[in-house]
């Protein structure tokens, strides 16, 4: 059978300043859309997995954009729930060199903040589904999204759904009087797999070690049920060029991948949502090093295009795994 | 001694969907800046005149960019408040030929909504004005900006400064709890020039008549300090192509311009403001029929160019007025 | 329950000429889609009815971009095949003041030209429908296309669907063999409503009169099941400017819709099709006048937006209709 | 035998500015070239004669760009002489609706400047020629071109060829000490075509009357070898919507050609040049009536297409003399 | 006396996707032309040699568009052969970083594949010709093609021109029945310089060794006659970073180039037909190391512009071979 | 109190080809604005200093839009002096690879060549000045340029202000009659802070050795009031790639920057104006080292961003300075 994901989250607006022109002078925007875990929706739906989104979008014809873009790359509406409201909105200057990339956001008081429990049709969204995943984010923006989140894992969770958790911390966000201390724990307790660095681990966990795996270890026996930790880890020398890593912590096993070396980045935003959905695809088909190997090479691939969303098909992230097709021109 | 003017209003950011576009299949935008009173404050500052802009603008560089645009388009910044927060936005879909344009507003809780009295530098700003204007939009989005509005009114009215209003009413707007009629009459009790139709000078100040000279003379009654009302009279045939009147009510005299035939429209989007911007000028320098008829010609031109805010020099809509250049190549 | 039509037809790779310049001249080319009969099926599905397209696309990226543009715009995939081939191609001109425009096509030897009626899932396709599309341009093509065409007529006649054909002639075509007269007449035996004017009722069944009601008598004196005629007069003044009107011959009555005036043509591809979309919405859920009012509008507003497709909604050809929101400016 | 034409003038660099931005705000332009005398017989080349023009071009790759320019329009480079300089250049603000056009020259101290009959191989350029033709602009930009401009009639004229001079006065140049009724009448005594309005044949001739046929008899009377008089009526009422005649004297006859209304006007710089290549190619090819209907309707595709130069083959025009294809999609 | 070079071959219009996009996402393409052979031409005119190109287009306005682009680039059009029928296409998705480059070939039933021998004019396309150039690409569209470059071959030789052929091999192509064993030998049989690597020396003439130049000595002592064989070597690391090296093997003696690193690629299409056109011209000016040090060179200068053609002169291929001005600003 | 400086010099259009394309081939430019001192003057208000620039434009539409360029980039027009006559232009082809840029000048017989001693309003714009830099590059126009240089040196030595040169030597300018050993002494004599490599010395001071910093000894002891020179390091190994490292040299001590490695340039042009700006900057607000170290890394933000002027503020280069955000994503 078909395997099925299901992801909740907002999705934004991205503005991004075209030719490397500097935000304040700019004349004109490309427009694309993305949220983290959208992102992993869509490329998930690319690798030809059925795809459903848990959000909310406006009524108006912004929100008509973004239900469009959705369709576009495969997620079905099924989770879409259209309110009055706003469209959160984030202007990106894309770097150069050594002039590092910002982003402005323009995120609060959207439609998605809005978005309750009973919006959702659970039933429809949930058919068949195998894996449901969310982020930090969600919970970070209002009481009502981190309710959704907590209902919705507790959903997934009856229906014996696999589920993981980015559980990135965003220092901007928690803005509403909860502290990710308050409510991330309780979203930890029914997750399987978390992704997530020292820093995430600490603030949102409360747990602390300079050893990112100590730490893997010490959430492990506080939460015995989740299955792995994964991350993975960045090496920034300028905007146009990273190394990239990841690891997989399962089983007290560390699985590292091959590190690539990335030149000429031509858009790097969603190279972490690009890794999580080739994990989760990895996950579901794949051995736990090979699993990682597809996640790196997902990510990699998703810094050659442009948009938040990884456009790769589960061949092309293979053909990179294996090693084939890298400089060469397909006829 | 040169002219000088101070506009008070929000500046909103346009987003306009190109090359005939539909707004929720476009991959782009155009951007530019604009909001009803600025758009008069910058058309001044084309004819020539000094000019300053009372707003509140994020301190982002998303506040840094509208912050250039006013500087660019000659607006001083003596009347610019910083603070955090966020500008509001307007998504702009022109239309063409039977198909109507639409606008999508995202302007709720912006930073302007945020300015208060005590924000603003009230003497630097008014140093040497002359004129003062705003528009009914400024108190129909917070209670602050509504206070702000009157306090700016006094403070006019305490310096001997001219003062105009541009009472339209948009039904949309008012959303804060106060409905026009709370505050628009004590607005109008210290504003000499009144802009606005019939369905404003109803809804704004409940006086009603379906003749709209006849409504003048009401207000007037009413408020015996106002010194002339004026308003366009456009008829739309389709999106490219309008007629434009204008009239001017003065001492029970009425004055009316020459009727343009506008075709092949390039953006109407401020149209209304560039008449503002051509009856001040008008009012300051001109007599009552050439007033009117800079005024209508101002506006004209407007529609001739992209953009919100009206380009042209007075020599330009003297030209115009005169009957001079249409159609020609000037080299 | 919701209605359903589903559509046969080849679709075209469209390549426009942007900014004025000639073909010869030029350095890009917009993209877009379009089919007589997949034209029919989007503007349907902007109407909100449910809509599947019976064609076939090449197993490439070229078909993948195809099939992304069908479901984007609300057409489902149940009727589209793929397979190994090429996509037919035509490029745009477009013309402006007394220059015409010019179409340049590379549609032979595609993809579509090899349709096998084995290819397609009639079961699934025909699920649910309630109307039947064809054009006289897929059996134009090939043997194979109008051995589709007749095997789907038969099909959706089994199935007691409504039928409609646009027998439009196309000098053109007709190149594998066989004339309109060899082909037309069998289709139309399973037609129930005809769109076609003097010349296409001429060439494809054989039938003249200088007269189109007349000839559309004498058709259905030979094939009395037709239900009824339409078809749309164009009078083109120039490349941006013609006059538009619409026929609905039913039972001996002649329904003639308002004459709109179009100015500032955007686009006029695709017009005739919107014109027959908007028949069948009208035929199915309107009365005889207003039918023929809701489809003659629909088209004018296909004038005014880029590519083959209409993109409005039957709200906003209603308004049309109504007489509203021309001119205006929607906030 | 094909036709030859050979034309002389200056070649200027074009930078307009796109998308009905004004020149002051601008960020980008679009690139052409132009010149009254290379756009004639760049259209002669389109209308299948052959082509020479003689001027002198930069040696940097701005030259070379021009060069390329002028060979992918079909006019040889027997006449383009290289030699250190620089190129002239217009700016060009394309007008809409009331506003004017605007063009803003950066023109003197050019290459073509410094051109010396001594720089050019006149046999080569002569060669097999049927017509030559030059305008008043070349003589008013400095007396080297003055001399090459008496010069090329003399050597024309020893060859039997036939001579025409768009006389068009142009009150800006001139700036070099001579005034055009030094150098225009010994040019004219050259000529055999005249083309030129009233305020031409006064300032450049010095003979002035009210009505142009009776100037035009005039200065038959002083240069009897004159065979015909030319020019176009032109009727702006705005920046895009002209109308445009033509007329044409010869032998005391005068022909008018038909009235065409212009609407949406694409751009309108080389109108008159059109002409001339019409008239030209209609003079050599067609009786009088015929003849200026060609060339009107040749000005009027121009208008139509984008660039200084008409881009029209003579099949075209003559389809639109004819009244065929106008409104028309051919396929 | 001037060098001329005659080239035979199909020319394609490449329709690129531009800003690093999916060829399934695309909104528009960018239009350049290109053809191995025709690459080689117009190379060599932008060195100064003389050009004629062999090939058939199209008698509508494609072809029209490929005379243009021929006529731009310095090839004259004497082998240019007008029919009826389509002009091949192909598709490219440029990659970036891992991600490959991809091109999707609509390529079959073309007018070049009708080309006859009885349609060129041999006599014209020969006069005065120095080399002549075919590649293996032609032989394997069709038999009409393969019989056109046999013909042309023994034209050249039995007018004493030197003769090279690029035998590379496409695996995609040879769909006529015709395997290019029964075809290259006897074309080799008619060549002097032979370009090729390892694979195509075994796919066309079926010698196979594991060793480049043990290969070479094979095929020579099978065709005495041939006078040189050259391939590069393409290292490529990413899509935008290659290193690059060129051997050419004459009189059992190696002349190997400097090594280029290339980062950044703008553009590698067409980087060998650059290589092809840089090594006619050392052979025909230099001695054998400069002229393959000059035809690598000639290839790095193509990767870093757009479009399938060379645009460099000679004197910038020269000063790259010489290391001047790399990185430099030349003023 | 503010630092105010206070910058002399040309200021000319920049027309870039677009898009990797050769200027013999382009069809538009992007447009943006510089000149080596107005470069310094608009880098240094983005640094938060008061910044006047003495100018001349022309009194047309371009002179307003260079007008609006410095306007907007935060340079008061207090020294902009308004006349008859042209901007200069220069045409850049941007390099890529080892295609090496290309700048064609059209700079001869500008305004800013008439600029007269009479035309500046030397109170207005030197009052509260601290600083006055130029470069020899005016004095190298023309007579009237240089004697203005003079006459501004003496002027700010008149009123206490410190002065730099940049000393740079162009051979292609100079063609008035003088030679930099004629005109560069006399201003050296009045300049405090020099900025020049060994050629410029030698050209412009005719002191010539070997080793710069011997060059700088000698040049001291003719001028000993001189207190710093200073100059860049470029190793340029391609268009894309260079190293940046800087110099400054004061009271016999050397100070060296770090090294910056540039990949992926984003534009050159003004890399050295950045660094004067930068520099100046770092005298009047830090001590040595950290003022050579705060203009390199100036310098090299300079070529992130596309055109001559640097963008950066003042935080941002001392971000890089310290090592912080390279390569990251700031939110």
Redesign the interface.
Known sequence: MAQKVVTLGEVLMR?TV???????????????FGGSEANVGVSLAHFGLKSSHITALPT???G??VA?FL??NGVNSKGIVRKDG??G?Y?L?A????????????R??TTFGDLKVADVNWDAVFKDANWFHYSGITPAISQSAADVTLYALKEARKRGITTSGDINY?R?LWQYGKQPLDIMPSLVELTDIVIGGRVDLENCLGIKDENWEVNCDMVKKKYPHIKAFSKTIRN???????ELTAVLYVDNKLFTSKT?E????????GGGDAFMAGLIYGLLNLNHQDAVEFAV?AS??K????GDVN??SKE?VQE?VNGN???????
Request: charged share 25%; glycine share 2%.
């Open positions: 503005l075209p030719n490397n022109k500097r935000l304040f002078q700019t004349v004109n925007f490309d427009v694309t108006n014809e912004i008509e954009r469009r369709k576009l706003r469209l909105i202007f200057e770097g150069a060199m050594q002039r590092p990339s910002r982003i402005v956001y323009d609060f008081n965003r901007n920034a020398m300028t905007a146009s060029r990273n690539y990335m030149k000429n980045i031509v858009d790097r935003i090479a990699v691939l810094h050659s295009t442009i456009l790769s092309e990179l097709n890298v400089g060469r021109l397909l006829r």
